[in-house]
């Protein structure tokens, strides 16, 4: 009947501090963004109401976007809030700048500091959303698209860095998907050397292989139509029937097509070229009459001044292959005549051979003698090869953050899977057997050594409170739990402490996984060495100290609720952060205050985890869910026996012999007691009076009756 009711009183208590919870964030104020934009660039108009803005550089004109990533995307950290960052990204996609604005990450704020997590952020510029980025560090090839590109991530607090990235992409990604339509999603398509088709010129031109365009001296006079220019070419007003511009266009980048246009040895260079440039698209340009291609001033290997490409609105960058080429016989002659160039672009920029682009020819004139007014009109082909001929390797997505966590950890989770199932093993079917086991302590400290050693120190396995106020926060708000898969390690430790509440309350892990529990154990025993004298409150004060750590408990839920920001500091009253995460490098109180715990754990038996710890109380809490009474006992435990409850160092067997499962630390020192036939008394006596019966020497009483009292 307790379970209805502790969870009706969660709720109630929960509804009422909800009064006082705060607002989702907004964007901050114009101003205060602007303050943060660096020269020369500066703050333009906002462009929608989730605080994105227009960035202009020196000259007013526009370049790129600048926004915070908690209003697009508010994923929350291990404090249960967003991490908020500043972003400034170029029109091509490029971060220029990211900033970090805010955030509540433990880690950071009184553990290693804010500047790692400046440095992080710091590695975006110049890098593009377009690539593929990760944090960690690579584990393979990135494999037939672009490679990906790894992040630094910041020692101790890689789950914390993880998720400033995921939610840096996500509003990345949402402004680019709004704003820059262009960019590409992925690996470009290339040719497929394994499609070989018999083609020729005429195949080509009845498939739409080959792109025309057909510009008459009229037509090209009439672009000019209403200007100066309009009569600025004697030529094409005496024969405005002839050709101006007679344009073909062929991309000859898929092995097929290429083999239908050139003859051989053209087909050699052009492979040559291929093995060098193997990213570049190379298109073969054809005009057979007047225009030419290119000017007078042309210069090979350059960018053609005549020629220009766009797709989807973005301009192609074309530039001369360099290569001289013939035709195929059987390309019709007056094709064969005209002037040829193979042009290039790298599809590594985002351009996409199978979709359609246009081709720019220009139509210059010039108008006056000296110092000639220029004049440029477009003619326009439009064309896209057929996409039969081109593979588009599979985009190369980055790993979900949670696998790319777990699969950096894979060996420390491994270590600890076999432990966690070790102890799991030892502490159900083998509970008795290990607890009457000849060198028991020894083991147990072995045990302690490694969580302390390697969950803890190494593994920066520590559970915190803070996780605890994170997925209340996180609940009430309607947030996502995903966060908890940013740290694997210490979720596998969550997941042992959960069955432990089922099948020994909360001991297994205030007892076994805790690093900074058995840090104090360890302080223990070392008082114990050093013969200092010990410190046992009274049955009344024992009880009452026990009570704290609930108190503290509801004073930080309630903090979640009525001052969130505070939440980091409020947590410090666990010392774990200082002690196992950052190894006592912080600021002098902070390591202080951890001391203290420890130099008072050799003479007070494991002090603040029996009177202080606020995650205690939680793991208390969660015991609640135990199913049964696992510590065995014996009518005689209690009255007359009180041996289990003067050895329980936790105080955690009353007078009458019963166990408070609440307070136990299975730390199995009554099991053992229970299992030893030499010093469980009951079992001492019983095995007394049943020698004396056996004696003969004996003399037996005369009428039944009670057992002397020894």
Known sequence: MWKPRFIACLRAMLAALSLATVAGAEPLPRDAIARMVAAPFALGDPVNDRGVYALLNSGGGHAGYVFETEPMAPLPGFSGAPINMLVTLDPDGTFIDVRLISHNEPIFVSGLGEGPFHAFVEQYGGLSISDSLVVGTPYGKGGAGSDLVYLDGVTKATASVRIAHESLMAAALQVAREKMNGIAAGPAAEPDPTVDEPLDWAALVAQGLVGHLRLTNAEADALFAGTVWHDDDPEARADPDG??????????????????????ESLGELQRFRAVAPDDEPFLVIDTARHGLVSDEFVRNTAPDRLSAAQGGFPVALRDADMFVTLAQDTPREIRNGTAMVLRTDRRLGF????????HAQVVRAHGMFQPEIGVRNATLTHATDARFFTRPGVVQPLPAWQEALLNR?????????????????????LKRFAAMRGYVPVRLAVLGFMLVFVGWWGQGQLSIVTVLGVIRTAWEGGS??????DPFSLALWGAAIIGFVAWGRGLFCGWLCPFGALQEFAHYLG???????????????????SMKYVLLAGLVATVFVAPGAVDTAAEVEPFKTSITTFFVREWYYVAYAVFWLV???????????????LGAVMAIGGLLRGRDWIARR????????????????????????????????????????????????????????????????????????????
């Open 481 to 486: 739990f995903g966060f908890l898969l940013y």
């Open 410 to 430: 894979r060996t420390d989770m491994a270590v600890l899977g076999g432990g966690l199932a070790a102890l799991l093993l030892v502490q159900g079917a083998g």
């Open 243 to 264: 050709l101006f511009l007679d344009l073909w266009l062929v991309d000859i980048g898929p092995p097929s097509i290429a083999r239908a246009v050139l003859d051989a």
């Open 600 to 614: 008072l754990g050799t003479v007070l038996f494991k002090g603040f985890c029996r009177y202080v710890c606020p």
């Open 635 to 710: 009518v005689e435990c209690g009255t007359p026996c009180q041996l289990c409850r003067v050895k329980c160092s936790y105080g955690a067997i009353d007078r009458a012999g019963r166990v408070n499962y609440s307070e136990c630390f299975q730390c199995l020192d009554c099991v053992t007691i229970y299992e030893d036939p030499k010093t469980c008394v009951p079992r001492v006596l019983a095995a007394r009076r049943a020698g004396r019966s056996a004696d003969p020497r004996m003399p037996r009483p005369a009428t039944p009756g009670p057992v002397p009292a020894e």
């Open 352 to 359: 996409d051979p199978s979709a359609p682009w246009e081709l």
């Open 528 to 546: 114990r060495l050093l013969r200092l004298p010990g410190i046992e409150p009274s049955d009344r004060w024992d009880a009452r100290l026990k």
